[in-house]
């Protein structure tokens, strides 16, 4: 957590977008830690208040206290087993919104690899030797001349720690209002930033149902 950071993280029922007996997907909202912190009062998350509801939940994967949207929990060991698998051979098609700075291409693809940025912790940077390898498909939906700012798609491919963040400021596009990777986010009138997991494709690993789960984006 960054020096001098309050946690007060919002307090309205978390929104349940599907459930079965193997499954739980929510939509996070933005200020929410997807998971529990280090220190006492960093433990309100989305992963505690699944827990409260079933305590066997398990987490299959997180998305940033800064990003909201999809995210989903398996209510029990096997459901999280399976999940891992598919998350591993990227059988689970993830995509975002987000607003950004300026006009990039009409899509693209960006390979860059991360590192964890040390001495700026816990900030990600590209180190082409030594970093892990990233993937990020995107499409530009609109561009607002007035504004400078742009709709985008994106379509993580790996799921690297603030990947979408990193990659999208490689490309000289940052995401309006990231408050680690914009050089203005103080400029964005949202407060906030505009990233938001807006779908989840897969096909259930234990009963074998396509899913095809989105949440609306609220910017």
């Not at 990659?167 to 209002?177: D, E, F, T, W």
Request: glycine share 6%.
């Amino acid at each position: 957590m960054r020096s001098g950071f309050i946690y007060n993280p919002p307090q309205h029922p978390l929104d349940i977008i599907f459930e079965d007996h193997d499954l739980i997907v929510v939509d996070k909202p933005v200020g929410l830690l997807s998971v529990m912190g280090r220190l006492p009062e960093h433990q309100d998350s989305a992963y505690l208040r699944v827990l409260t509801m079933y305590p066997e939940a398990r987490v299959t994967h997180r998305l940033d206290m800064a990003t909201s949207g999809l995210l989903m929990f398996a209510k029990h060991r096997d459901a999280e087993v399976a999940m891992s698998k598919l998350f591993q051979l990227r059988r689970i098609k993830k995509e975002y919104t987000a607003l950004v700075q300026g006009c990039p291409d009409a899509q693209g693809c960006i390979e860059a690899p991360l590192i964890t940025d040390w001495p700026n912790r816990p900030k990600q940077k590209i180190d082409f030797e030594t970093g892990k390898s990233a993937k990020t498909l995107y499409a530009r939906l609109e561009y607002c001349a007035a504004t400078q700012q742009s709709r985008m798609r994106l379509e993580p491919v790996t799921g690297r720690s603030h990947q979408l963040r990193v990659h999208l400021m490689h490309i000289g596009h940052p995401i309006l209002g990231d408050k680690l990777y914009h050089p203005q986010p103080q400029n964005f009138a949202l407060g906030r930033m505009a990233l938001h997991a807006t779908r989840l494709s897969l096909i259930h690993p234990i009963t074998g149902l396509a899913l095809e789960l989105s949440s609306t984006v609220p910017f």
